[in-house]
């Protein structure tokens, strides 16, 4: 039981404590919709992902060239720009008479798009059979795709 003193302390029902309850509900509902939106906008929009993905290499050679065959894929979800390819660290350019061949600085491979194409370097030293080489393929967005080859013998 409350004290006469705490009744008089208390005024029933007062002006101001109805609107503060209305500013509590209305701080409430309005922090509870902007949750829901925050949350509906990291499930449902999904974020752009760059993925090419190697479906097919093998590597052949000549007498004086090391051929190597691709096929590239866009799996995601945005275009995909090559940048350049790099061998070993080094730009393909870096070799002499090297050939990007389909493959060139600025390609753009669509969304679901497969690309094919043979790249070409010079069969001399420092390269020789059985060794393996690595490959970058370098989008304008810096990913690195990277696969090996072993190099080939050259034919008899």
């Given amino acids: 039981m409350r004290s006469k003193a705490a009744k008089k302390r208390m005024p029933p029902n007062s002006g101001s404590s109805k609107?503060?309850?209305?500013?509590?509900?209305?701080?409430?509902?309005?922090?509870?919709?902007?949750?829901?939106?925050?949350i509906q906008k990291l499930v449902f929009d999904l974020p752009f992902t760059e993925s090419i993905v190697i479906e097919?290499?093998?590597?052949?050679?000549?007498?004086?060239?090391?051929?190597?065959?691709?096929?590239?894929?866009?799996?995601?979800n945005v275009p995909v720009q090559l940048d350049s390819i790099l061998i070993n660290g080094e730009p393909l350019n870096n070799y002499r008479g090297a050939s990007q061949g389909e493959f060139y600085t600025g390609l753009i491979?669509?969304?679901?798009?497969?690309?094919?194409?043979?790249?070409?370097?010079?069969?001399e030293p420092p390269l020789r059979e059985g060794m393996i080489m690595?490959?970058?393929?370098?989008?304008?967005t810096d990913n690195h795709y990277v696969f090996f080859i072993t190099i080939p013998s050259k034919p008899s």
């Avoid at 701080?27 to 939106?37: D, E």
């Avoid at 491979?109 to 069969?123: A, F, K, L």
């Fill in 19 to 38: 609107v503060i309850t209305i500013a509590l509900v209305a701080t409430a509902l309005a922090l509870t919709v902007a949750s829901m939106h925050w």
């Fill in 56 to 76: 097919k290499m093998w590597a052949s050679a000549s007498r004086d060239k090391i051929f190597v065959h691709l096929t590239l894929v866009n799996k995601g």
């Fill in 109 to 123: 491979i669509h969304v679901g798009e497969s690309r094919s194409g043979t790249i070409s370097i010079p069969y």
């Fill in 134 to 140: 690595k490959f970058d393929i370098v989008t304008s």
